[in-house]
């Protein structure tokens, strides 16, 4: 191992500068692969006794894929590496915390490596974020809060939570690590569609079947476990002790007012707090984290004890009843007709029963909370029943049908809509949806055991093996490579003659003990 490491860190002098922003799989993959053939620690048995036992046979590797990002490798290095786990070392001690709570293994801890190396505000093409990218649906469901004002999925202490809960619902429904891991990166839907197609125990069995990117998650992240404990220990890495504290408040604040009471840079305060989409907490009834610099937790709370709220004009939402004008609600809400007009883009002063306008209202909050109006209300609210979606001007019911994936007809049943739409009507799309995303969210309990039971382990009596057909080649020529017959690709393939065409995929299939 010693030599590998010194090795790579050669290497690593050729490294490229790496974006703060930027997530490139394929360039830890590189080193990952490497660590995994030559690692001394992933070899010895002890390891996997550890905390975790993964039941893991490291020659089931391809050489040949080794070697090919060995040679990627050469013009990248291992400074990659080592530059994601020195930006994690912050969050190592509150991870290994809330995982050893949830009973989840050390080895996890260094997950966050191959998801979003170690970057806090990562975020992928697809819209998964933070260090271990969560998709929004999947964030809500685990309880994260995802709004115009909040993004948990950046927060550390609660996305953390929110993995551990999810890696441990993986885990009851595979009984295999390996099996979580690649359900986490792909989705348990597909891994349970591939063992009860193909057959397979653990992860190994069914890894051909699997995307590129998930057939290469899991060994990628055992390499990164191999050599990132190795580096830690011999620097004797601190496990207990964070960089930052963590200041829970329940009531309105802003970084610029926490940044005046300690007297730090208020620019500071927004880079540990990612999560916080307008450097504010959300001006409704909830329980935030906010990150300080290590040491400054009792001074900011204390000061926040001792500071008066402050009233700040607000906007909420009010559903328009039946008999209602603009009139009447101006008056209910002490304002004027224009104004009503004004924050509602109204161009007169017609108003449909069941549409959904803004009305003054106010929040407390702490001193130099937000400048101008805060705005309560939400275009798109999730709920246990499902999606409550404000109509915008412009909007049409095929629009909102794509935004959602449903159909105009179903958006019309629901809402029992026989004409027009209108700006500020309320239209629920009533899609499968057990997470919200304003006020106080749960985690929604999953039924485990029915996934669980939808999962049909069995040994692998058939390895099935996918070709593509290359310039030259017959069905003649592939059944000599593979020991078949013609016939049987045939029937294997659906192929009524022996014409293929290159790029064409064939499927052979082989019973396991045939080698």
Same mark, same amino acid.
Not at 35 to 51: E, G, R, Y
């Given at each position: 191992?010693?030599?590998?490491?010194?090795?790579?860190?050669?290497?690593?002098?050729?490294?490229?500068?790496?974006?703060?922003?930027?997530?490139?799989?394929?360039?830890?993959?590189?080193?990952?692969?490497?660590?995994?053939?030559?690692?001394?620690?992933?070899?010895?048995?002890?390891?996997?006794?550890?905390?975790?036992?993964?039941?893991?046979?490291?020659?089931?590797?391809?050489?040949?894929?080794?070697?090919?990002?060995?040679?990627?490798?050469?013009?990248? $290095?291992?400074?990659?590496?080592?530059?994601?786990?020195?930006?994690?070392?912050?969050?190592?001690?509150?991870?290994?915390?809330?995982?050893?709570?949830?009973?989840?293994?050390?080895?996890?801890?260094?997950?966050?490596?191959?998801?979003?190396?170690?970057?806090?505000?990562?975020?992928?093409?697809?819209?998964?974020?933070?260090?271990?990218?969560?998709?929004?649906?999947?964030?809500?469901?685990?309880?994260?809060?995802?709004?115009?004002?909040?993004?948990?999925?950046?927060?550390?202490?609660?996305?953390?939570?929110?993995?551990?809960?999810?890696?441990?619902?993986?885990?009851?429904?595979?009984?295999?690590?390996?099996?979580?891991?690649?359900?986490?990166?792909?989705?348990?839907?597909?891994?349970?569609?591939?063992?009860?197609?193909? $057959?397979?125990?653990?992860?190994?069995?069914?890894?051909?079947?699997?995307?590129?990117?998930?057939?290469?998650?899991?060994?990628?992240?055992?390499?990164?476990?191999?050599?990132?404990?190795?580096?830690?220990?011999?620097?004797?890495?601190?496990?207990?002790?964070?960089?930052?504290?963590?200041?829970?408040?329940?009531?309105?604040?802003?970084?610029?007012?926490?940044?005046?009471?300690?007297?730090?840079?208020?620019?500071?305060?927004?880079?540990?707090?990612?999560?916080?989409?307008?450097?504010?907490?959300?001006?409704?009834?909830?329980?935030?984290?906010?990150?300080?610099?290590?040491?400054?937790?009792?001074?900011?709370?204390?000061?926040?004890?001792?500071?008066?709220?402050?009233?700040?004009?607000?906007?909420?939402?009010?559903?328009?009843?039946?008999?209602?004008?603009?009139?009447?609600?101006?008056?209910?809400?002490?304002?004027?007709?224009?104004?009503?007009?004004?924050?509602?883009?109204?161009?007169?002063?017609?108003?449909?029963?069941?549409?959904?306008?803004?009305?003054?209202?106010?929040?407390?909050?702490?001193?130099?909370?937000?400048?101008?109006?805060?705005?309560?209300?939400?275009?798109?609210?999730?709920?246990?029943? $499902?999606?409550?979606?404000?109509?915008?001007?412009?909007?049409?019911?095929?629009?909102?049908?794509?935004?959602?994936?449903?159909?105009?007809?179903?958006?019309?049943?629901?809402?029992?809509?026989?004409?027009?739409?209108?700006?500020?009507?309320?239209?629920?799309?009533?899609?499968?949806?057990?997470?919200?995303?304003?006020?106080?969210?749960?985690?929604?309990?999953?039924?485990?055991?029915?996934?669980?039971?939808?999962?049909?382990?069995?040994?692998?009596?058939?390895?099935?093996?996918?070709?593509?057909?290359?310039?030259?080649?017959?069905?003649?020529?592939?059944?000599?490579?593979?020991?078949?017959?013609?016939?049987?690709?045939?029937?294997?393939?659906?192929?009524?003659?022996?014409?293929?065409?290159?790029?064409?995929?064939?499927?052979?299939?082989?019973?396991?003990?045939?080698?």
């Amino acid at each position: 191992m010693k030599k590998l490491l010194a090795f790579l860190l050669v290497l690593g002098l050729c490294g490229e500068t790496v974006s703060d922003e930027s997530i490139d799989p394929e360039d830890i993959n590189v080193i990952l692969s490497v660590a995994l053939d030559a690692s001394k620690v992933l070899n010895d048995p002890q390891f996997f006794k550890s905390k975790i036992n993964f039941s893991i046979k490291v020659d089931l590797v391809e050489k040949s894929i080794i070697q090919d990002r060995i040679r990627f490798f050469k013009s990248k $290095g291992l400074k990659r590496l080592s530059f994601y786990l020195e930006r994690g070392k912050k969050y190592i001690p509150t991870i290994k915390e809330i995982f050893e709570k949830h009973g989840i293994p050390d080895e996890f801890i260094f997950l966050p490596i191959i998801e979003s190396h170690f970057n806090i505000k990562a975020k992928s093409p697809a819209g998964a974020a933070g260090l271990w990218q969560f998709m929004p649906q999947t964030g809500r469901m685990y309880g994260l809060t995802i709004n115009k004002w909040i993004d948990e999925r950046y927060d550390v202490e609660k996305s953390t939570t929110a993995a551990a809960l999810y890696l441990k619902d993986l885990y009851r429904i595979f009984d295999d690590w390996t099996l979580a891991l690649a359900s986490y990166n792909t989705g348990e839907g597909i891994i349970i569609r591939k063992i009860n197609k193909y $057959g397979g125990l653990n992860f190994w069995d069914i890894d051909e079947y699997l995307s590129k990117e998930t057939r290469n998650y899991v060994p990628n992240f055992l390499a990164s476990v191999a050599v990132v404990r190795e580096i830690l220990k011999k620097e004797r890495f601190d496990y207990f002790h964070s960089e930052f504290d963590i200041l829970k408040v329940n009531k309105p604040v802003s970084l610029r007012y926490i940044a005046s009471l300690i007297g730090i840079p208020v620019d500071r305060l927004k880079a540990m707090n990612p999560h916080l989409k307008k450097g504010v907490t959300p001006p409704y009834e909830g329980e935030f984290n906010i990150y300080l610099p290590s040491g400054y937790k009792e001074t900011v709370k204390t000061a926040l004890e001792k500071s008066n709220l402050e009233k700040y004009p607000a906007l909420t939402e009010y559903t328009v009843k039946r008999g209602d004008t603009l009139s009447k609600i101006a008056k209910k809400f002490g304002t004027t007709i224009s104004y009503l007009k004004k924050i509602n883009d109204l161009e007169n002063t017609v108003i449909v029963a069941g549409s959904v306008i803004k009305v003054p209202s106010y929040i407390y909050a702490y001193p130099d909370y937000y400048d101008g109006i805060v705005d309560l209300s939400e275009d798109i609210i999730y709920t246990p029943k $499902g999606i409550i979606y404000k109509v915008k001007k412009g909007d049409t019911l095929g629009k909102i049908a794509k935004k959602f994936r449903v159909s105009v007809s179903a958006i019309k049943r629901w809402n029992k809509i026989k004409g027009y739409i209108y700006p500020n009507q309320k239209i629920i799309i009533y899609k499968r949806v057990k997470y919200r995303n304003v006020g106080r969210t749960t985690v929604i309990k999953r039924n485990i055991l029915y996934l669980k039971k939808k999962v049909k382990k069995r040994k692998p009596t058939f390895k099935y093996i996918f070709y593509r057909v290359k310039k030259g080649d017959s069905l003649l020529k592939i059944s000599k490579m593979f020991g078949v017959s013609v016939n049987q690709l045939k029937k294997w393939n659906r192929l009524n003659s022996n014409i293929i065409k290159v790029g064409q995929k064939i499927t052979i299939i082989k019973r396991v003990n045939d080698g």
